[in-house]
């Protein structure tokens, strides 16, 4: 990570951050259209001040990648806001690149990665979000009194993280539930990274969340 | 800010690790190695992570979440159980990929798994650097190697016969180099070559070797025979022309249909360019379908005649190459082979004497060295004797010459089944060698009473006899009345023992092995014949009644006092030795050289050179024993 580091050290400024966002605009469009064991994916996870994404504050960011269907520790990004925001919001685009997003809960942690985004990079990628909130039940259709949070899903599938409501602890959590997520979907016909937005968004039209 | 997620993840699977033996005690470097390369994927239940089909693992899995199911799979029974739940915290597949073969074993996800994987380099890397982990890792080998050697052979046999494979490519199948004439060959030569050959179909070819026609033997009959064909004229006019060709790449599967289409028992195999290569016959596929252990049986059982025999013996020497390259152990191997390499030569003796009067006579047919033994490897010379008595004392002389003249029979026949004459002459046709049971007791009597160093090489041949056929009793007697002589004769055993301890294990002091001047290791001289000589030795002291080297391990431990774990680690050790040799013999097999018991221990992987080191540790042990015990 050192490489983007001095290179985005000079710049802490907007602009310097603005072409952040400019060469990740520069990149080839991910293919949504490839089986889940050819696509990288990025879980995204975020730590805030409080739960309410219009006043609380982002902390801090986390991502890893998953990529062949596989969890290298390596491919892992974790940066806290404190110090120097726009490097922070720059090097988890970096670390993305085009690859899907992957949130539980877009409607919280994507709101304030948008806001955030905005505010230090001068602009708001446009990608692809996957949210497993929604992909979950979907996918592993528990019934109506299945789980919703994130610590239930972990539950069913015995998933242990080493630290709670910790951008890159969830993150690890979540990671998994995606790799059991990818592994299950190509069998309701949602092979590609195109058809799970599909499946995502009529889960979405004809469901109203507990 | 500094990126720090990877450390984090990596410490994560760090403490996960730490909760399962062997990484609870894994250096802390080695630890972190692993941990910092294992990559977690996920298995949805049902679904296969691992399986013999896939060749040789590229992985190495630690099970992190789940459960996953190892299944028996594939001819040969390599372990005790058929399948076997593994959960946190174990891994797989430990043998397949420390020796670098494909997985005796399916691995399938029980349940939704999250397994850890690193690449097989990682995982020979990790092995370098964690002493540790590479000493988990040979205890499971040797842990899988005992299970091994506990499975009775009977059900791989069997199993492995249902594999031979029906997909072997004709050109391998082709035993010998096609007979052949031109067009215009006169018929009678051509039916005097069939005759001389002993073939039952003769190809007519063109100048560039491309076939003709054919000419089979049940063409005979109608075709020469009854139309009273006149054999001056050339042969290309009672052959089947343009004959029915497969290429040498097709499979065995491929001919058989082709001849069950067609009706026919041969097929001509050409190469690329359409010449000849040779001919399979209906019964070259048979004979795949024939090899297993009770067949075997049954054919050698049946036989009626020294060809049918021969071709049992290849037979078994076939099933054995296929059982090696299936991973069989040793003694299992060992005791089949011998199983079948004893039904044979009786049937051998029970065709020589139908052929001979042996009205009054009773006799036993000897075993001596390693078939005494029941270790015969696939290219053992014969070392055989006679045991007689005869109610006539007036007619011994007479009754001698008969048993001599079966004798030579029974030592040509299995020669020509593929065990060399004796060039020391150890044959039961060797009057010397056909005694009855005084003479064979002055004759050992003398050896342990004026034990001169022939003497001893004698003891080391024949006192490792038995029984193979005729009058049990005989031997068992023979036995007894050597054991009791041995036993009182303690001088005797300890020039024995001094004989037994001039070779010495090839251990060196600063490297792993001491080597000859080819970089070799003979396993026979400086191997087996380290367990076989103290085994006999702990025999004749115990009174052990077994000829072979790990019942007399055995036996004698037990009389002996020596713990059971360690006479098992000791044979275990034999064990090892016996079956390098045997693959050794396998690979100079496939080359056509001679089996020569000669390995260069550079050849062999990580794992079976450390395994090599202990077993001749445990000889080193063996002997060492021998040195206490005679105070030498």
Known sequence: MSTWLNRLRPGRDQPGQRAALQRWQALPAAELGRAHFDTRYVVINTEATGLDPERDRLLAVAAIAIDGGLIRAQESYYASLADDPGAALAGLLEFAGKAPLVVFGAGFNRRLLERAWQTHLGGVPETIWLDLFWLLPAVFRPGLDGPTRLAQWMKIFDIETFQRHHALGDAWAIAQLLLALLARAPRLGAGTARALADLERSRRQFTTPA | ?632
């Open chain 2, 1 to 632: 800010m500094t990126n720090t997620a990877p450390d984090q993840l990596v410490g994560a699977s760090t403490d996960f690790l730490r909760r399962f033996s062997p990484f609870d005690r894994m250096e802390a470097d080695a630890l972190t190695f692993l941990a910092q390369r294992a990559v977690l994927g996920f298995h949805a239940r049902g679904s296969e992570i691992l399986s013999p089909e896939m060749g040789q693992p590229r992985h190495f899995h630690i099970i992190q979440r789940g459960k996953v199911q190892a299944r028996q799979s594939g001819p040969a029974t390599v372990t005790e159980y058929t399948t076997l739940n593994m959960g946190p915290g174990e891994c797989f597949p430990i043998g397949a990929i420390t020796a670098q073969r494909p997985s005796t074993n399916a691995y399938v996800a029980v349940e939704d798994s999250f397994v850890f994987q690193i690449g097989v380099d990682d995982f020979m890397e990790l092995m370098r650097i964690s002493p540790v982990f590479h000493l988990f890792c040979t205890q499971y080998i040797a842990s899988l190697l005992n299970q091994s050697r506990q499975q009775l052979q009977t059900t791989f046999a069997q199993r492995a016969s249902d594999q031979q494979t029906m997909t072997t490519p004709l050109g391998e199948l082709i035993k010998q180099a096609p007979v052949s004439v031109g067009p215009e060959t006169v018929t009678r030569s051509a039916l005097e070559k069939m005759a001389e050959l002993r073939i039952g179909c003769m190809v007519v070819v063109d100048e560039q070797q491309r076939p003709l026609g054919v000419l089979t033997q049940s063409d005979l009959l109608p075709r020469v025979v009854l139309p009273a064909f006149d054999l001056g004229r050339p042969i290309v006019e009672v052959t089947t022309p343009a004959p029915r060709t497969l290429p040498a790449t097709a499979t065995a599967y491929d001919a058989a249909l082709e001849m069950a289409t067609h009706g026919v028992r041969h097929l001509l195999v050409v190469d690329a360019e359409g010449r000849l290569c040779g001919v399979v016959s209906e019964r070259d596929l048979f004979s795949l379908q024939r090899l297993s252990l009770r067949q075997i049986r049954a054919s050698i059982e049946g036989a009626g005649d020294i060809e049918a025999l021969q071709s049992a013996a290849t037979d078994i020497r076939q099933l054995a190459l296929n059982l090696i390259a299936q991973g069989i152990g040793a003694e299992q191997l060992t005791r089949f082979i011998s199983a079948l390499n004893d039904a044979l030569t009786r049937r051998i003796i029970d065709l020589a004497i139908a052929r001979h009067d042996l009205h009054g006579v009773d006799y036993a047919w000897l075993a001596f060295g390693s078939e005494g033994r029941h270790e015969q490897t696939l290219s053992t010379d014969q070392d055989n004797g006679l045991i007689y008595t005869c109610s006539d004392p007036a007619a011994q002389d007479a009754h001698k010459l008969r048993l001599l003249a079966m004798a030579r029979e029974v030592n040509n026949d299995l020669a020509a089944c593929g065990f060399p004459l004796c060039k020391g002459n150890v044959m039961a046709s060797n009057p010397e060698l056909c005694l009855t049971p005084q003479q064979w007791q002055n004759r050992f009597g003398k050896w342990i009473g004026e034990p001169d160093p022939q003497a001893l090489l004698n003891a080391s041949i024949y006192f490792d006899f038995r029984v193979i056929h005729g009058r049990q009793s005989l031997g068992d007697q023979l036995r007894s009345w050597l054991n009791r002589a041995a036993r009182g004769n303690s001088a005797f055993q300890r020039l024995m023992a001094v004989n037994a301890l001039d070779a010495q294990p090839p251990l060196g002091r600063l490297r792993d092995f001491v080597v000859e001047a080819d970089g070799c290791i003979d396993l026979k001289k400086s191997g087996a014949r380290l367990f076989v000589d103290a085994a006999r030795i702990f025999a004749l002291r115990t009174g052990a009644e077994a000829s072979g080297t790990v019942q007399r391990l055995r036996q004698s431990a037990v009389k002996m006092g020596v713990p059971e774990e360690e006479s098992a680690a000791i044979i275990d050790g034999f064990h090892f030795i016996q079956l390098l040799r045997l693959r050794a013999q396998h690979l100079d097999t496939e080359h056509d050289a001679p089996g020569d018991n000669r390995i260069n221990p550079e050849h062999l992987n990580e794992l079976d050179r450390r395994i090599l080191k202990e077993a001749f540790r445990q000889a080193r042990k063996l002997q060492a024993r021998l040195r206490l015990d005679y105070q030498l």
